[in-house]
């Protein structure tokens, strides 16, 4: 995420997206694995992970399995429910219910419940506890708090279905990168003049200005580099707010400068010539100019060679994308800011690998932004008249204001400040919901 102030507006950009979807209270009846075909699933919260849906079911409910209670009398949920979590688990080939997964944050919880689950001898489920560490954020204490994360999940029995617990496990496991690799980093060595600029990778904007005057400035770029192979660099130059025409003396000069980072220092191992933009000519709209390097990074997005082209989809995905900004500022503004955290948790987890980044500084990250709502600033409605935005050739799109800016935004009364989230949202391929990315 990248900072800074400009006209009492502070923007946070970052690829973000959250997934569509929404709680209900129908009663849920989990005693024959085939009465959840009937759920109108589509009514729930739902992620995929590695071909398995998961929908999350609303707290609010008593549960039985097979035709008995659900022993909701040994684990409180409206106790530790800003971390416990029921969710129903679905393959996607072939797409059938297999089971449900148990979110607990309590240790004595979760040997309590699985020692009742297992004590049932007619159980039709083979029960797999997953142990994770996992921290949240304390908007009363200003601190991360950490939690002891126990997945109980109950998985139909049926030998066909043990690579699916398997996968499962490796879903929760925490992913640790090779510290040892080479690390490239990859920024521009940029200066502008009088112009309002522009600058993308890989169709994916990494800042823009409004430039009364000069700037020189180092601009890192791996955030928009997903994987090794050919990137795709476009400056573009516009009249500045409030003129028709372009600056005579307006230009943009860059160049792609390579360093190694995996010492925690920056060591520099190749540049680029110098690019231009050409003259500006009497009437031109905007100077331009565009260029490809080779990178080699030491690791790789693979979600991102699994999306669809969003421009190309017939269906009006506007009314789609509203929802999910509302559901997402009426749980702020009813004083849950866990559905935000996860998001800014999830953009920062690929920040993370992008741009080499440890543990603590991940961290200090997402709580320099909590930090920030933290300090009087309060979720704003959707003002109307928003606008699809898409990147990434397509890729990823995001609902944005009359000014140009990303929908979801925060504002604080006594500074007259405004903290802006840019939210992006995918479709995976075969998949018909808009996920995070």
Not at 81 to 93: A, D, G, H, S, Y
Not at 185 to 190: E, G, I, N, R, T
Not at 204 to 231: C, K, R, Y
Not at 301 to 314: A, C, E, G, Y
Request: with cysteine.
């Amino acid at each position: 995420m990248f900072f800074w102030r400009e006209l009492n507006i502070k923007i946070i950009c970052a690829l973000i997206g959250i997934s569509i979807g929404c709680n209900t209270s129908k009663p849920i009846q989990i005693d024959d694995i085939s009465n959840l075909k009937k759920i109108d699933l589509s009514s729930y919260q739902k992620t995929t992970i590695a071909g398995i849906n998961y929908y999350l079911l609303p707290f609010e409910q008593d549960y039985t399995i097979n035709r008995k209670p659900f022993p909701n009398a040994e684990i409180d949920f409206y106790k530790y429910k800003e971390r416990n979590r029921v969710v129903i688990l679905e393959m996607q080939q072939p797409k059938k219910v297999i089971g449900f997964s148990l979110q607990l944050v309590n240790d004595q919880d979760a040997k309590t419940i699985v020692s009742s689950l297992q004590s049932k001898h007619n159980l039709q489920f083979t029960i797999d506890t997953i142990h994770k560490i996992d921290y949240g954020y304390n908007f009363e204490k200003r601190k991360f708090q950490n939690f002891n994360i126990t997945y109980v999940n109950l998985i139909q029995k049926d030998n066909a279905l043990y690579d699916i617990r398997q996968q499962l496990k490796r879903t929760f496991q925490k992913q640790i990168s090779n510290k040892t690799m080479k690390q490239p980093y990859y920024q521009l060595d940029f200066s502008a003049s009088s112009c309002k600029f522009q600058i993308k990778v890989n169709d994916i904007e990494i800042l823009s200005m409004n430039l009364d005057g000069q700037t020189a400035t180092d601009i890192p770029i791996n955030a928009a580099v997903f994987g090794s192979g050919l990137q795709k660099i476009e400056v573009k130059g516009y009249p500045l707010d409030g003129k028709k025409i372009l600056n005579p003396e307006a230009y943009i000069r860059y160049k792609i400068v390579e360093q190694n980072v995996e010492n925690g220092q920056f060591m520099f191992v190749k540049g680029s010539e110098k690019y231009q933009t050409p003259k500006v000519k009497v009437g031109e709209p905007f100077i331009y100019h565009t260029t490809n390097f080779i990178a080699e990074v030491s690791y790789e997005l693979q979600s991102w060679n699994t999306l669809r082209n969003i421009k190309d989809l017939k269906t009006d995905i506007k009314p789609f994308l509203i929802k999910a900004y509302q559901r997402l500022i009426k749980k702020a503004k009813e004083g849950d800011y866990k559905p935000l955290i996860e998001v800014i948790k999830i953009v920062e987890a690929r920040n993370s690998k992008t741009m080499y980044l440890s543990e603590q500084e991940t961290k200090q990250r997402i709580k320099s932004i909590l930090d920030d709502i933290n300090d009087g600033f309060e979720i704003m409605d959707l003002e109307g008249g928003q606008v699809l935005s898409y990147a990434g050739n397509g890729k990823l799109v995001r609902l944005v204001r009359t000014d140009g800016n990303s929908a979801l935004a925060f504002s604080n009364s006594k500074t007259s400040e405004e903290l802006i989230l840019d939210i992006w949202f995918c479709l995976p391929n075969g998949e018909s919901d808009f996920v995070v990315f």
